[in-house]
């Protein structure tokens, strides 16, 4: 076996500096070997020969092992029908045969639709604050899980809600898949086979699929996890004052996406993000030859999630603000009884497939049932199969053997740490009544009505852990080739023979969105609200549909009994009032009219009211205004104007120095 360092030398007259060892490495896919885990890798056979134009300065390497995978053809055509069979296999549940869609999609389609309705009357530049759709109107940009700037929502301004959401399931399925390719080869310096394999592995994880099958459309940013981390690793590996200008690019990057998962709706995923990267770059501290800059990388870290903060200061003010009043405390935080449940579910969820009926046998201190979706984090059986023979091969080979030594004090705490990462998502899934007190005490905490989803931190760790044993592992490196292409298609036969059967059987309806979206798009309806109710007939050229739920507004009625999941699932906090069916405009009970000021739900003592009033009948104009989508006077308090100018300050200058630096560097290159 041949290992290489800054001094070694091929059998020969030729002394390699790091330079050419490097072009040797990228040339054959070859890894390094490191310590303590060390997994051999196969001898490689090389030719050298020296050039007779630049004896002195130029190398020929020959390969005798180059694969496929090194062909970027092959490359291409291999990524292309990985990520078109995703897209296949998945679109079929949207919708399904019979035209259904998942539950979900009865909160999210209506609200993309409300967001084309903003659009066309306002623009794009004005900022949606608030909706009289559904609710006899309420906030829309404090609400946490409003979606108006997000790719589905901008999407939708050229293609109907339903072909939006099947484009952003393709588009964030590619980003995903291509994400995780470049960070294990670029970043771990991981083969180009590992990279398709891990690529293959993140793209098909069950958390993205199941949750855009179901209707939590939300979720679509997580696909962005590799993009962050690759910005967080990118040239961590030490300090160096003349990288400023690349860590700076990467700093800005890695805020923008926080600040993109913040404005689509996924703030409360961005905790078991932020964890899967840390525990992620612990993984590649002990694996890779190149020794991490922890301070370097932490503060990249730190700094990207400052940066998404100050974008997102005006949204984060104002959901707080909205939150304070309506408060997600209402259900109790559940539990798992017993840790032996603990790791049954955690190995079904992530390596089998989910089993709901159990998971919610031994579950305590539940009010909701969870159903299969939330407990879909699938990564197949591969990288189970792959991490066993990664720790036999190193039982084997290091511990039986003898050779195993700890390296130094360092690798030792990196290996404390990631196991005291890794363990966090199934201690906040164990349940005692005293623990559980506590949790529910903590702000984050408090809101949440599960933890099961920080499982979805699991997802890029073990298919790192499971790509470092396809690349290091020596008999599996000898048959890169085929046991990639084998791993692939075990992937893609893990979804197919999937029980599905949920997804098939949900049993929302698409087509009246279709239809209204097609109608306003020809001139045909006009955005506006005249009428509050829970049930009207919407009448077409073809057919009359009868209308419920949030999709009334399509009828110009706004549902008095709104499904929104921060009033809680039964609508225990909404607060409904004086609100009645009938006309909008028309007076109510104590001088108010039968429209809500979504104001008072957010800013209600600046607007002199209480959380839930309605307009007065002296507001006439600003109600008026607001059923035909405009915009209306409303007060905000100093602390939202100060966070207003911090989002706009923030975002216009990082998109300023982004270009700036990139421009910088491309020049300097």
Known sequence: MICYNQSATIPGTIRHTPQILREIYKAEQ?????????????????????SKKKKKNTIEIKASNLQFYDRTGFLILLSGFIILSFYMINKNFIPTDELRLGHDYSLFLPQLLDGVYWWKVNGLFTVPWFTPSYGGGLPNFPNPQSIYYSVPQFLSFILDPLTSVRYTLLIFGTVGFLGFYFLLVNQVNFSKAAGILGG???????????????????????????????????????????????HLVDILIGGLVCAYMIYSGAIHILPPVYLAIVASGLVIG??????????????????????GLAISAAKLNASLSYLSFFPRDLYP???????????????????IA???????????????????????????????????????????????????????????????????????????NYYTPDFNKFLKSLFYFKNSSTNI???????????????TSFDKV?????????????????????????????????NYSPLLISAAYQNLKSGGLRPEISLMGSRMIYQTEQVNFIVEGNELFIAGCSNINPYEPLFGYRRENFPRKQLVEGEAMKE??????NIKNPACFVFPSENHCRPGDHFTTKQNEAAAQFINYHQFPFSIPLIQRISNFITLLSLISTILLLVFFLLCNKKKS
């Open 333 to 351: 935080l559940p539990g798992i009884e017993g840790l032996g449940n603990v790791l049954r579910i955690f190995l079904k969820s992530v390596f």
């Open 354 to 428: 989910p089993d709901a009926d159990f998971a919610n046998l031994v579950t305590k201190n539940k009010e909701i049932v969870l159903e299969q979706h939330e407990y879909d984090f699938n990564i197949g059986i591969l990288p189970l199969i792959l991490i066993s023979i990664g720790a036999l091969y190193f039982i084997r080979a290091h511990i039986i053997n003898r050779t195993f030594t700890i390296r130094n004090f360092r690798f030792s705490i990196e290996v404390l740490l990631f196991g005291i990462f890794f363990s966090i998502p199934l201690i906040l």
């Open 588 to 593: 109510v009970e104590g001088g108010f009219l």
């Open 30 to 50: 070859k890894t390094f070997t490191i310590t303590p885990t060390d997994f051999r890798v196969p001898k490689v056979s090389r030719k050298t020969t020296m």
């Open 286 to 307: 002990i694996i890779n030859q190149k020794r991490i800059h922890y301070t370097l990388f932490l503060a990249k870290i730190l700094l990207t999630i400052i940066i």
């Open 453 to 467: 989803r920080w499982f979805s931190m699991y997802i890029p760790l073990l298919i790192l852990l499971s790509c």
């Open 474 to 506: 020596k008999w599996l490196t000898t048959h890169r080739f085929i046991l990639g292409l084998g791993g692939i298609l075990l992937v893609l036969l893990n979804v197919l023979i999937l029980d599905r059967s949920f997804y098939a059987k949900q």
């Open 200 to 246: 293959t592995l993140f793209l098909y994880n069950g958390f993205f699929s199941s949750r855009m099958m179901i209707g939590h459309l939300t979720f679509h940013s997580f696909m962005l996890l590799p993009l962050l981390m690759f910005a967080c690793l990118n040239n961590s590996w030490k300090w160096d004052r003349g990288l400023l200008r690349k």
